[in-house]
Nanobody, 120 residues
Framework: VQVVESGGGLVQAGGSLRLSCAASGRIFSDYAMGWFRQAPGKEREFVAH????????YYPDSVKDRFTISRDNAKNTVYLQMNNLKPEDTAVYYC??????????????WGQGTQVTVSS
């Protein structure tokens, strides 16, 4: 499966952005999806995960209650709604696909990333 992110940009602290990730090439509902981010000089960080059905979602404490992952299997798209953004959320955001209901084998397909910049 191939994935392409969109929706990044520049936003002020406290603002919102919605990222989209369009998938193609395989049956989208066969894949769990995840969002990750990487800030300059830092390691890649897990941001959100959604099961292949969309029934289960997971977030780290750093974004919980501010970010929401969702998916539309009819549109082969996964979304990341980001609210109350903080300067520390500034990073390149990557979408990834992993086979199976929860991608227990890891995420094998990655997009090129989309830049999110939060100004203070």
């Amino acid at each position: 499966v191939q994935v392409v992110e969109s929706g990044g940009g520049l936003v002020q602290a406290g603002g919102s952005l919605r990222l989209s990730c369009a998938a193609s090439g395989r049956i989208f509902s066969d894949y769990a999806m995840g969002w990750f981010r990487q800030a300059p000089g830092k390691e890649r960080e897990f941001v959100a995960h959604i099961s292949w059905s969309g029934e289960a979602t997971y977030y780290p404490d750093s974004v919980k209650d501010r970010f929401t992952i969702s998916r539309d299997n009819a549109k082969n798209t996964v979304y990341l709604q980001m609210n109350n953004l903080k300067p520390e959320d500034t990073a390149v955001y990557y979408c990834a696909a992993g086979a199976g209901p929860f991608a227990k084998g890891g995420f094998g397909s990655w997009g090129q990333g989309t830049q999110v910049t939060v100004s203070s």
